[in-house]
Structure formats: C-alpha cells, structure tokens
C-alpha cells in the first residue's frame, strides 16, 4: 500500500506539470505529440556492472509539443525492465508428490519520468535530445503456476526498492509517412543515473532444507545505459 500511495502521488504531479502548459497552449495553437513505444535492450556501467550484466524489457512514452514544428515538448517516459530470471520445478507439496508447480523469480525495473524533449530540423530524419527526472522501483517478485500452463496461482514480492532517476539521452527519429499521423522509426540510447540502491539479482533468494529462506540484497549504485528501438506515432 505504501508502494502504491508513493506511485499514486508522483503520478498526480506529473499530470499536473503537463496540464498547466497545455492549458496555455490550447488556447494559442500550435498543440500536437506523439506516441511512441519500443524495445529496451540495458546494459549495466559502473558497480552496477560488477553484480548485473544484461536486462531487456519496454518502453512507452507520450510526447506534448507546443510549436508548429514540433521540435520543444514534454516528454512523459515509462519503462519495464527485467534483469534476472530463475525458475525450476518443485513437488506441489509434501503429500501430493506426483504434481509438479513451476517457481519463477523475476528481477526487474520499473521506472517513470518526466522531462523536456527538443527536436531538430523539419525532415524526414530528425535528431532528438531529452532529459528526464523521476524515480525507478527495483523489485524481486516470485510466482508459482502449472507446469502445463502459465498461469500462476499465487506470488509474493520478496524484495523492493525505491531511487530517484536522473536519464539523458538522444536519438534519430525516420519518418516512414506522411499524414496526420505521421509514422517515424525511433532509435536512441539513454544514461540513467540511480545512485545507490538496494535489489536482488539472479542467486540472491537462498532456500534451506528446512523450510526457510535467507535474501542476500546487494547495495551498490546501479547506474545503466539503454539502447531503444521503436516506433513513434504523431499525434
């Protein structure tokens, strides 16, 4: 509850921040966006490095522009990123030996940002750069389901974190059409600094004969690089 009401509360502020230039804008024109969505590839800098090598994922993100040309705007940036897996396969449980359930344990990323975006020139290939502040939230979560479906019947979080992110970043969007709702391939690569955080990885959940279950968190800074490619739709 106390994850939500804080996710809850940084949502409220970003609304906020977009609605009062759109407000202004509206009423003098030159209003538009885009939506884009895209494949994350990350990849881990620094001490992050030392204990994390590679993580894939999503992203989406809203863009506001507030000229003609598209090229000043606001920029509203979500990603999911999943850095560790592990699953194997256990009784369903001590009597009922012959059903086997399926254990899996993500790592991953969420994180969300707001921030100024500026595009460069009118053509069919326009370079970009933008800067987003906002927060990431580090979770280990495992679930149980079926080994014959993928469904799972029942999850805990084991463990979670929650750090301010700072991202820069930039990329190259080609126009593929033209039209109201113009199409453009997006590619970028984006630095996102965390600080230090505390999180899991791949081995850290240790499980004993008798039952019980002993974490290992791992505190370091876990600054990343992202490597983006998508689709951008203008609005």
Do not use: C
């Not at 791949?202 to 974490?215: A, Q």
Request: charged share 15%; hydrophobic share 40%; proline share 3%.
């Amino acid at each position: 509850m106390r994850h939500t009401l804080s996710v809850l509360a940084v949502a409220s502020v970003l609304v906020a921040a977009i609605s009062v230039p759109l407000g202004a804008q509206g009423r003098h024109g030159g209003l538009g966006g885009a939506v884009g969505i895209n494949a994350v590839l990350v990849r881990p800098v620094g001490e992050f490095r030392n204990f994390v090598e590679w993580g894939g994922g999503g992203g989406l993100y809203g863009l506001v522009t507030f000229d003609r040309d598209r090229q000043l705007g606001l920029r509203f940036d979500g990603s999911v990123t999943v850095y560790g897996h592990e699953s194997f396969q256990v009784p369903l449980s001590e009597t009922v030996r012959r059903v086997f359930v399926d254990v899996n344990t993500n790592n991953f990323i969420v994180s969300l940002g707001v921030g100024p975006q500026i595009t460069l020139g009118t053509g069919p290939i326009r370079p970009y750069l933008f800067g987003t502040a906002g927060f990431s939230y580090f979770g280990t979560v495992s679930d149980v389901s079926g080994s014959s479906n993928y469904d799972s019947f029942a999850s805990s979080t084991n463990f979670d974190d929650f750090t301010t992110a700072l991202t820069g970043g930039g990329g190259l969007l080609l126009r593929m059409g033209r039209g109201r709702h113009p199409v453009s391939v997006d590619l970028s690569v984006q630095s996102t600094y965390h600080g230090t955080t505390e999180y899991l990885r791949r081995g850290s959940i240790v499980e004993h004969f008798d039952g019980s279950v002993t974490l290992f968190p791992i505190r370091s800074e876990t600054n990343l690089l992202a490597f983006r490619a998508g689709v951008v739709i203008g609005m």
